[in-house]
Each structure stands twice: as C-alpha cells, then as structure tokens.
C-alpha cells in the first residue's frame, strides 16, 4: 500500500515564528488533505489539495504531485496553532485515507 | 449544514463485552468510513460504506463490524472487546472520492 511520511515528528517554535511541515507519499494520489487535530481529538480540515497551492489566512500549502510530496506553511504562529497535524491520501476510485503518523507543533509563547 | 456527528462521545466497557457506535454523515454525504486511532498504531482504516454496501475494509479481525442504513447514518460494532481495542474511533463523511470530513470520535476505554 501507499506509504506517507511526515516531517518533522517533532517542532517547537516561539510565537510569532514561521513553521514548514513536510509530507511524502509513496504513490501517485487523487485525494491528499491535511488536518489539525484538536486537543479532544476531532480532526479539523485545512486543505484539500492533491495538487497546486492554495491559501487560508495564515495557512498555505501546496502540493507537487510529480514529485510526491506536499508542504504546509504556518505564518505568525500562535498558541492555538498547537497540536498534530495530519497529513492524507487516498488513492483515486478509494476512500480510504492513508495517514502519515503526523508533526507535533508546540507553539511557546 | 451539520458536520458529522458521532454519539456517545465516551465509552467504558469491560474485556469480552460488545460495543456499538453510531455516525451521522453530512447531510448529501453517501460515503462514510471509519478509522481508530491509538497511540501505538496511529490512525488506521476500518471500513467504508457507501449507499449501504461495504466497498472497502481494513486489515482488523472479523470482531470489527459495520454497517449503513438507507439514510446513510453509520453504525460500527465490536464484540468480544479486548484491551487493545481502547482507542478513539472517527468516523468520516464524503461526496464520492473527494474531501473527507471527521468527526468528533468516540473515546472507547476497555477494562
């Protein structure tokens, strides 16, 4: 099966700090999200985006299918950025989302 | 709209007892699947359902178990629970192969 790899596993940033999360895949993708999960556990969308670029306030990450990988960007990080955050693909035709074991952000402030 | 719900949102039961959990997509959504997620193993594919017929299913034991109504409101079922089975189960919701949408969870605690 496809396989997702996330880096880094760990990241401590100071407030106010830019922060560049990393995630490869095996395999070409349909589907690829990223996701903050929360401190009670429910997983919150940020992007849909198996290929391209795009941007949510702070937010931005793009995707470079060719190459297998994809980027998320946290400007001007702030305390409620804190948490894991999930990278996830699927192949087409499939619903099944494999993840990656995910980036824990400690943002200090 | 509604995100997806899942109910109850916490769990205790104790080895050998059965478990059902409940997930109501968004509504439109046909495609619901369902994921555990455990410190050890990570987040984990459990099976997807989509217009009631199971299309896909991860590599777990026979214990684990699903279905969709006719409303394609969710219900995974665990029997014969075992401590490994503690975990926080999501489920997620979508329009055919697209964006998923998750969850609360249901934290499940074996003892």
């Known amino acids: 099966g496809i396989q997702v790899e996330q880096s880094p596993p760990d990241l401590i940033l100071q407030e106010g700090a830019n922060s560049t999360l990393r995630c490869n895949f095996s395999?070409?993708?349909?589907?690829l999200q990223w996701f903050h999960q929360n401190p009670w556990g429910q997983l919150i969308n940020l992007f849909y985006?198996?290929?391209g670029t795009k941007q949510n306030g702070r937010l931005s990450a793009t995707t470079v299918a060719t190459e297998r990988y994809s980027l998320l960007y946290i400007s001007s990080s702030q305390t409620t950025d804190s948490g894991v955050y999930f990278c996830a693909v699927a192949y087409f035709g499939n619903e099944k989302l494999t993840f990656g074991t995910g980036t824990r952000l400690t943002i200090i402030p | 709209k509604a995100g997806v719900t899942q109910t109850p949102r916490y769990l205790i039961k104790t080895r050998g007892q059965q478990v059902t959990l409940s997930c109501s997509p968004i509504?439109?959504?046909?495609?619901v699947s369902w994921y555990q997620q455990t410190p050890g193993q990570g987040l984990q594919f459990l099976f997807e359902y989509f217009s009631e017929t199971q299309r896909n299913k991860g590599n777990f034991p026979g214990r684990f178990s699903g279905r969709q109504f006719s409303n394609s409101r969710s219900e995974m079922n665990v029997s014969t629970l075992e401590l490994g089975d503690s975990a926080l189960y999501l489920c997620?919701?979508?329009?055919?192969?697209?964006?998923?949408?998750f969850g609360p969870g249901t934290r499940l605690t074996v003892l």
């Open positions: 985006i198996p290929s």
């Open positions: 997620a919701s979508s329009l055919q192969n697209n964006e998923q949408f």
């Open positions: 509504s439109g959504h046909r495609s």
């Open positions: 395999d070409s993708v349909n589907n």
